[in-house]
């Protein structure tokens, strides 16, 4: 990362405060939502080939379920064909956690049958810790970017499938404006960080003889507010596409006109009207374990 530049990993509250006004400008949850309601049955539920006694748990894994909007989604959906869920949630943000746990409670009628097991840790802190359990579906939404090296994660994650088990794994495509982003401003990445794409994530699981099914979701938010140097959301939004904290403060101003020029270009984005709408295509990489 540029000299002065900080990432939003240094500063966990301003890292949930651009994510909140980024999720909600691009309607993250309900797109998500919708992605849960349309497609996730086929390419998740029905492709687990597990048979569980009567009393017997479906075991689940959230990495990096963040507030669990999404999760709570999934959750609700494997009910109707598993009516127990263990819901093991490994997520290293606490305030997240606190929103996720209130979010279980509110929709406590939805997810009857489901029992919680919140793991305030990183991934590589739950591994470290040697839980030797094993589940039958594990899932890792946009949070893929945040675990180190990602190769060996994914491993680690195929690892603790169950045969018949199935990993979802959603993160940026390599043609997102994300992407492009990340390729055209390299010293934008922080340590902390590994922006990947599901090119890479498929390329991973392929060397290894792994194979996946890839879902690939067109999808745009707005972000015209990002080039009217009077909005606040605008500034927010644009520390949250570029990771950085209060970018227009900390950059070279010849820097930060660059970067909102790219941004704006159809390199990243594409004008409807008066409308800047961001490319943020996504893809789900749905793997299914074999049975033994
Ligand atoms: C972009 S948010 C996505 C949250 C949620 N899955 C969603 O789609 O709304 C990324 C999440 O990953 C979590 N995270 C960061 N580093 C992590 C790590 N090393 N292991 C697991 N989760 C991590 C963050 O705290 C955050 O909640």
């Known amino acids: ?13 301003y890292y949930t405060k651009s994510f909140d006004c980024f999720a ?19 390419a998740v539920v029905d492709k687990i080939k597990i048979t569980l006694g009567d009393n017997e748990e479906l075991r689940v894994l959230g990495v990096g379920s963040g507030s669990g909007e999404m ?16 819901n093991r949630v490994v997520e290293p943000a606490m305030d997240q956690l606190v929103k996720y746990k209130a979010l279980a409670q509110s929709k406590a009628n939805d997810l009857h049958g489901v029992t919680c097991d ?34 060996r994660c994914m491993m680690y994650l195929y690892d603790r499938l169950e045969p018949g088990g199935v990993l979802l794994v959603i ?14 401003f390299p010293s934008f990445q922080d340590s902390l960080v590994t922006f990947t794409n599901s090119s890479l ?10 194979p996946c099914t890839l879902y690939h979701q067109r999808s745009r938010f707005e972000i015209t507010q990002c080039f009217d140097e009077a909005s606040e959301e605008g500034a927010l939004l ?55």
């Open 238 to 292: 644009v520390d949250f596409l570029t990771h950085v904290i209060k970018l227009k403060e900390t950059a070279p101003a010849q820097l930060y006109k660059e970067v909102i020029e790219y941004l704006g270009s159809d390199h990243c984005s594409e004008k409807s009207g008066d409308d800047v709408l961001f490319n943020n295509y996504w893809d789900a990489v749905v793997v299914c374990k074999p049975v033994d």
């Open 171 to 184: 993160t940026y495509s390599d043609d997102s404006g994300w992407w492009r982003f990340r390729n055209h």
């Open 118 to 151: 919140w793991r305030q840790q990183t991934i590589a802190q739950y591994e470290k810790a040697g839980d030797s359990k094993k589940f039958h579906f594990i899932s890792s939404i946009h949070s893929i970017y945040y675990v180190g090296d990602v190769d």
């Open 24 to 42: 909600a400008l691009s309607a993250k949850f309900s797109e998500l939502a919708n992605w849960g309601e349309t497609v996730f049955g086929e």
């Open 1 to 13: 990362m540029e000299s002065k530049l900080r990432s939003l990993f240094h500063d966990p509250e």
């Open 201 to 210: 994530i498929r390329g991973s699981l392929e060397r290894r003889g792994i």
């Open 71 to 86: 999760d709570v989604q999934m959750l609700t959906k494997l009910l109707r064909r598993f009516p127990l869920i263990n």
